[in-house]
């Protein structure tokens, strides 16, 4: 008997003060934002739409790796040795032209992974939140600012000047090969002429070093 | 003749809820009678005890009865309550032994 | 009631049809919409803002018109006439109540003799409408809440019964004009008015009673087991759809209204001011009414988005182990009360 | 026609109608129904008839009460599905005879018989009455109607919770 009365007594009092934290709420401010008409102010490190400065950025391609859902897509040609591709704000040099530097936000995830690796802080979020489109392609972000006419002449370049180089270095694996040709077939008339006077080894084991 | 058919078509006295209580009672029967199930024979008693209570109401209201009749039909209800509740306690057990209310099935004496 | 039936013209009949229906109907209107902001407020929120301007007031009001557009779909398998004529059933059950309501001082729809008796009567049949509706839409989660609705009303019609009885006891009278014309006057403690409520510390008991036991019966949180929408999908009214539920939606609202101002009449004074002869009158006197009954309905629904909802056997243990012996305990208290003093 | 008599012939239409759809329906669930409406038009009648305490007990106890317990009754006892609730008719020609004999008989005994009719004025106050009634003349049938209801209730609670008890027991 005492018990029940005990059980009815704790469960009147439980019932008012929940009763008491549902009108404190009522008669409390509401937390809605009328959100066409208001708009919520995002804290600075809000995750939001990807933004990438693209003159900083040095086409290192970390933030490409460090995405888990590959979503950027970087293209980089390097830079042809008549032009000066400058130097970052940060002060590091550029040596890649970007010719693709695209980020799929539909399929960002928004885990601002990519946003720490970057040397130069050049990818980073930026607080806007409204960018929805009715087709899906149109979430694919293109940072990259060349021309595709300037992309085509810049690849053109740096196909000519790797040919170049290329065709230099077997220019010059040649002239390595041709002397190291002629000197072998002097060594050997040498070691020829030596064996004829005194016999001696040392011009061989140099021409060894050499190749 | 005229007259009085139309006289007492226009003003229900109390051969006019006799009337309907003897349709309503007959169809009681019929009910009680002709159907196998518990529960509907249970319904067609209903029946008859309203039949038999607008009987005694419509005394109370016509007749020198007066509100002893209404005081009968009290009781009837009471009785009625009593009867409904008793009744379907029996068929939810004879259900429950014999896994049906068809009347016909139900003879045995012995569950 | 026969009296009345012989003695009044047609158009007062429509006339005093027609002043509950209204009542029934704003009320409707206004509560729906009522329900949407507490519930809004009590969670931070706001609750409907963009119909209608100031505080989306006009809400409730484009529901219906889109409810009225919906088309009604009928179950194939379901009882087609007893489908359709269940929510009819269900606020005719109500509505006819609101006849023996005083609504002021000077208007009340019927003034009989077995007021309370009636109107308890005519609000049983509520019950069966849902069994009806529950069974005949054909859905094993329908006929389920129909069959723990009627479980749950039948059982707690014993308790308000037993505490409305505890009132007659008091007033000796089932009439509800007479019952609110003998709680007028401030006399209690030179300042409190006449009311039940203040007259007898076991009326208290009563009126907490009288509360659970309406809340039940109006199917309300915590004991909204009949359309239980987690549980059910929202019982009875799964089939339904367009006006039918519509009406389904007022006839539970007017029967949340209607014990609510039973509550009023009964234990609150009705229609009397509670400033004596100060602001009272035929239309004061219909202003405390609504009052007080809106009163009650808040604290429902202010109940509503506090409490969690009771398990089956909880609702039943409640009922019969807690709530009847009580009141009958309380019957007899009240009683001896009157005897001694 | 004055409105008394509009509201007789209504209500005994739905009441007779009911009552027919009642025994005539296959359907057990629709004769339960229908059962309903014949009692709320027997209610009617009883208004028409001054008897409003009555009017007003016959649906608190017949339809708040007894209807719902029919109904419990043949949900519980019907095997399973909701729509399976036929039920079979036998006896149809012997039955139809009795009851529209009897139906025939009552009603010419009726029509025929003098009834000495007094007309009594209306009734303003059943219950005061009623209740002055029973706590006088009836006081006797009173109590016994309450011993009934007492062990009519202990003896419905006995038979189930022996049911379900049972039922624990055998399954």
Same mark, same amino acid.
């Given at each position: 008997?005492?018990?029940?009365?005990? #059980?009815?007594?704790?469960?009147?009092?439980?019932?008012?003060?929940?009763?008491?934290?549902?009108?404190?709420?009522?008669?409390?401010?509401?937390?809605?934002?009328?959100?066409?008409?208001?708009?919520?102010?995002?804290?600075?490190?809000?995750?939001?739409?990807?933004?990438?400065?693209?003159?900083?950025?040095?086409?290192?391609?970390?933030?490409?790796?460090?995405?888990?859902?590959?979503?950027?897509?970087?293209?980089?040609?390097?830079?042809?040795?008549?032009?000066?591709?400058?130097?970052?704000?940060?002060?590091?040099?550029?040596?890649?032209?970007?010719?693709?530097?695209?980020?799929?936000?539909?399929?960002?995830?928004?885990?601002?992974?990519?946003?720490?690796?970057?040397?130069?802080?050049?990818?980073?979020?930026?607080?806007?939140?409204?960018?929805? @489109?009715? #087709?899906?392609?149109?979430?694919?972000?293109?940072?990259? #600012?060349?021309?595709?006419?300037?992309?085509?002449?810049?690849?053109?370049?740096?196909?000519?000047?790797?040919? @170049?180089?290329?065709?230099?270095?077997?220019?010059?694996?040649?002239?390595?090969?041709?002397?190291?040709?002629?000197?072998?077939?002097?060594?050997?008339?040498?070691?020829?002429?030596?064996?004829?006077?005194?016999?001696?080894? @040392?011009?061989?084991?140099? @021409?060894?070093?050499?190749? | 003749?005229?007259?009085?058919?139309?006289?007492?078509?226009?003003?229900?006295?109390?051969?006019?809820?006799?009337?309907?209580?003897?349709?309503?009672?007959?169809?009681?029967?019929?009910?009680?009678?002709?159907?196998? +199930?518990?529960?509907?024979?249970?319904?067609?008693?209903?029946?008859?005890?309203?039949?038999? +209570?607008? +009987?005694?109401?419509?005394?109370?209201?016509?007749?020198?009865?007066?509100?002893?009749?209404?005081?009968?039909?009290?009781?009837?209800?009471?009785?009625?309550?009593?009867?409904?509740?008793?009744?379907?306690?029996?068929?939810?057990?004879?259900?429950?032994?014999?896994?049906?209310?068809?009347?016909?099935?139900?003879?045995?004496?012995?569950? | 009631?026969?009296?009345?039936?012989?003695?009044?013209?047609?158009?007062?009949?429509?006339?005093?049809?027609?002043?509950?229906?209204?009542?029934?109907?704003?009320?409707?209107?206004?509560?729906?919409?009522?329900?949407?902001?507490?519930?809004?407020?009590?969670?931070?929120?706001?609750?409907?803002?963009?119909?209608?301007?100031?505080?989306?007031?006009?809400?409730?009001?484009?529901?219906?018109?889109?409810?009225?557009?919906?088309?009604?779909?009928?179950?194939?398998?379901?009882?087609?006439?007893?489908?359709?004529?269940?929510?009819?059933?269900?606020?005719?059950?109500?509505?006819?109540?609101?006849?023996?309501?005083?609504?002021?001082?000077?208007?009340?729809?019927?003034?009989?003799?077995?007021?309370?008796?009636?109107?308890?009567? &005519?609000?049983?049949?509520?019950?069966?409408?849902?069994?009806?509706?529950?069974?005949?839409?054909?859905?094993?989660?329908?006929?389920?809440?129909?069959?723990?609705?009627?479980?749950?009303?039948?059982?707690?019609?014993?308790?308000?019964?037993?505490? &409305?009885?505890?009132?007659?006891?008091?007033?000796?009278?089932?009439?509800?004009?007479?019952?609110?014309?003998?709680?007028?006057?401030?006399?209690?403690?030179?300042?409190?008015?006449?009311?039940?409520?203040?007259?007898?510390?076991?009326?208290?008991?009563?009126?907490?009673?009288?509360?659970?036991?309406?809340?039940?019966?109006?199917?309300?949180?915590?004991?909204?087991?009949?359309?239980?929408?987690?549980?059910?999908?929202?019982?009875?009214?799964?089939?339904?759809?367009?006006?039918?539920?519509?009406?389904?939606?007022?006839?539970?609202?007017?029967?949340?209204?209607?014990?609510?101002?039973?509550?009023?009449?009964?234990?609150?004074?009705?229609?009397?001011?509670?400033?004596?002869?100060?602001?009272?009158?035929?239309?004061?006197?219909?202003?405390?009414?609504?009052?007080?009954?809106?009163?009650?309905?808040?604290?429902?629904?202010?109940?509503?988005?506090?409490?969690?909802?009771?398990?089956?056997?909880?609702?039943?243990?409640?009922?019969?182990?807690?709530?009847?012996?009580?009141?009958?305990?309380?019957?007899?208290?009240?009683?001896?009360?009157?005897?001694?003093? | 026609?004055?409105?008394?008599?509009?509201?007789?012939?209504?209500?005994?239409?739905?009441?007779?109608?009911?009552?027919?759809?009642?025994?005539?329906?296959?359907?057990?669930?629709?004769?339960?129904?229908?059962?309903?409406?014949?009692?709320?038009?027997?209610?009617?009648?009883?208004?028409?008839?001054?008897?409003?305490?009555?009017?007003?007990?016959?649906?608190?106890?017949?339809?708040?009460?007894?209807?719902?317990?029919?109904?419990?009754?043949?949900?519980?006892?019907?095997?399973?599905?909701?729509?399976?609730?036929?039920?079979?008719?036998?006896?149809?020609? /012997?039955?139809?005879?009795?009851?529209?004999?009897?139906? $025939?008989?009552?009603?010419?005994?009726?029509?025929?018989?003098?009834?000495?009719?007094?007309?009594?004025?209306?009734? /303003?106050?059943?219950?005061?009455?009623?209740?002055?009634?029973?706590?006088?003349?009836?006081?006797? /049938?009173?109590?016994?109607?309450? $011993?009934?209801?007492?062990?009519?209730?202990?003896?419905?609670?006995?038979?189930?919770?022996?049911?379900?008890?049972?039922?624990?027991?055998?399954?």
């Amino acid at each position: 008997m005492v018990e029940a009365f005990k #059980n009815s007594w704790i469960t009147f009092k439980s019932i008012f003060i929940g009763m008491g934290i549902t009108i404190r709420h009522f008669f409390g401010k509401s937390v809605t934002l009328q959100y066409p008409d208001e708009r919520p102010v995002l804290p600075n490190n809000a995750r939001a739409k990807l933004y990438v400065n693209i003159d900083d950025c040095i086409g290192c391609n970390l933030c490409a790796r460090a995405c888990p859902v590959n979503c950027i897509y970087i293209d980089t040609v390097p830079s042809t040795s008549d032009v000066d591709l400058g130097k970052t704000s940060t002060g590091n040099p550029k040596r890649f032209w970007l010719t693709r530097f695209d980020i799929d936000m539909a399929k960002c995830m928004y885990c601002d992974l990519c946003v720490h690796p970057c040397p130069t802080n050049c990818i980073y979020m930026v607080s806007e939140y409204e960018y929805s @489109e009715f #087709n899906r392609t149109n979430l694919i972000y293109h940072f990259s #600012n060349l021309e595709p006419a300037m992309v085509a002449e810049v690849k053109e370049k740096a196909a000519n000047e790797a040919a @170049e180089k290329q065709r230099q270095r077997e220019e010059m694996m040649r002239k390595k090969a041709e002397e190291a040709k002629m000197k072998q077939i002097e060594a050997k008339k040498q070691a020829e002429e030596k064996n004829d006077g005194e016999k001696g080894s @040392e011009p061989s084991k140099k @021409e060894n070093g050499d190749s | 003749m005229d007259v009085l058919m139309i006289q007492s078509f226009a003003e229900p006295g109390l051969t006019h809820f006799l009337i309907v209580s003897a349709i309503l009672f007959s169809l009681g029967i019929m009910a009680v009678l002709s159907r196998r +199930n518990t529960i509907m024979v249970l319904m067609g008693v209903e029946l008859i005890l309203n039949s038999a +209570n607008i +009987n005694f109401i419509a005394f109370s209201r016509f007749t020198e009865l007066s509100l002893d009749g209404q005081m009968i039909g009290l009781f009837v209800i009471i009785i009625a309550a009593a009867e409904a509740a008793v009744a379907l306690a029996i068929v939810l057990n004879v259900y429950n032994r014999f896994k049906t209310i068809n009347l016909d099935e139900i003879s045995l004496l012995k569950g | 009631m026969t009296q009345y039936l012989l003695n009044i013209n047609p158009i007062a009949i429509l006339v005093h049809a027609a002043i509950p229906l209204t009542i029934i109907l704003v009320y409707a209107l206004v509560a729906i919409w009522a329900e949407r902001k507490v519930a809004g407020f009590i969670q931070d929120r706001l609750g409907p803002m963009r119909v209608g301007g100031w505080h989306g007031w006009a809400q409730s009001i484009a529901d219906l018109l889109k409810l009225i557009q919906k088309e009604d779909i009928i179950p194939a398998d379901s009882s087609r006439f007893l489908f359709k004529f269940a929510p009819f059933m269900m606020f005719a059950a109500s509505y006819a109540a609101f006849a023996v309501i005083p609504f002021s001082s000077s208007y009340i729809g019927s003034n009989i003799n077995i007021g309370v008796f009636y109107l308890l009567a &005519v609000t049983s049949v509520l019950t069966l409408s849902i069994i009806m509706a529950g069974w005949a839409s054909n859905n094993k989660w329908s006929l389920l809440g129909g069959m723990r609705s009627a479980a749950q009303l039948v059982s707690y019609e014993v308790p308000t019964i037993a505490t &409305v009885l505890t009132v007659i006891v008091v007033t000796g009278s089932l009439n509800l004009m007479t019952i609110t014309e003998m709680q007028s006057g401030n006399d209690i403690l030179g300042f409190l008015p006449n009311w039940l409520i203040f007259q007898n510390p076991f009326l208290l008991v009563a009126f907490v009673i009288f509360f659970i036991s309406i809340l039940a019966e109006s199917h309300r949180v915590p004991f909204d087991l009949p359309e239980s929408e987690s549980e059910l999908v929202a019982g009875y009214q799964t089939e339904y759809s367009g006006m039918r539920w519509a009406m389904f939606m007022l006839a539970e609202y007017a029967d949340m209204l209607l014990l609510s101002l039973l509550g009023a009449t009964l234990f609150f004074g009705g229609w009397n001011s509670p400033f004596g002869e100060f602001m009272s009158g035929p239309f004061w006197s219909f202003f405390w009414f609504m009052l007080k009954g809106l009163l009650l309905v808040f604290v429902m629904m202010w109940i509503r988005w506090t409490l969690p909802r009771y398990r089956v056997d909880q609702l039943m243990y409640i009922c019969w182990s807690i709530l009847i012996p009580l009141s009958f305990i309380n019957l007899v208290l009240v009683a001896l009360w009157e005897v001694i003093f | 026609m004055e409105l008394t008599t509009i509201l007789f012939y209504l209500f005994s239409i739905v009441t007779i109608g009911a009552a027919a759809v009642m025994v005539f329906s296959k359907n057990i669930v629709h004769s339960a129904f229908a059962l309903m409406f014949a009692l709320i038009g027997v209610a009617a009648l009883y208004v028409l008839l001054y008897a409003d305490f009555l009017a007003a007990t016959q649906l608190l106890v017949y339809v708040g009460g007894i209807l719902i317990l029919i109904l419990f009754g043949v949900m519980l006892t019907s095997l399973g599905y909701t729509f399976n609730f036929r039920t079979i008719t036998v006896n149809l020609v /012997p039955a139809t005879v009795l009851s529209t004999g009897a139906a $025939v008989l009552l009603i010419f005994a009726f029509v025929t018989t003098e009834w000495k009719i007094t007309e009594v004025a209306e009734r /303003p106050d059943t219950v005061y009455d009623l209740g002055m009634m029973l706590m006088g003349d009836y006081i006797l /049938p009173f109590i016994v109607a309450g $011993v009934l209801l007492l062990i009519a209730i202990i003896g419905a609670i006995l038979m189930s919770t022996r049911l379900s008890a049972e039922n624990k027991g055998g399954t």
